[in-house]
């Protein structure tokens, strides 16, 4: 994160990078800086923040926003309007209800099955 903010402090831009093995929807938006891996689905509607990893076979259904330095880790499954603030982490396998909200930095632990807005990390 402080890596990205000094290189976009110095005018520097990083590219979005899609695995052409990945499908992301033509209404998405993936902002600057994000990684969308093999596999992986950001379908239509969704918003996609700064310097974000959507990794292999993560899925980002409709609608969901996603803030920036987020992480959503492999096999995870976001439902429709998910949103999940800054710098949060979704772990490999964790499946998030629709429409609800995971906080900025909440960690959610693999295998998890998130059913309702979430704004602390059950581990801290």
């Not at 509607?45 to 926003?65: F, L, M, S, Y």
């Not at 295998?111 to 807005?117: K, Y």
Request: aromatic share 6%; proline share 3%.
């Amino acid at each position: 994160m402080a890596l990205f903010r000094k290189l976009e402090g110095l005018g520097a831009r990083l590219p979005c990078i899609i695995s052409p093995f990945a499908y992301v929807s033509r209404t998405a938006v993936l902002e600057d800086g994000t990684i969308a891996m093999h596999q992986s689905l950001v379908n239509a509607g969704a918003a996609v923040g700064r310097n974000t990893i959507i990794n292999t076979k993560a899925v980002v259904e409709h609608d969901c926003v996603i803030g920036s330095f987020v992480h959503v880790a492999v096999g995870a499954i976001l439902c429709g309007g998910v949103r999940v603030g800054d710098g949060a982490f979704i772990g490999a396998g964790a499946v998030c209800r629709e429409g609800i909200t995971i906080g900025p930095g909440v960690v959610i632990g693999c295998g998890t099955t998130v059913l309702r807005d979430t704004f602390e990390s059950p581990y801290s």
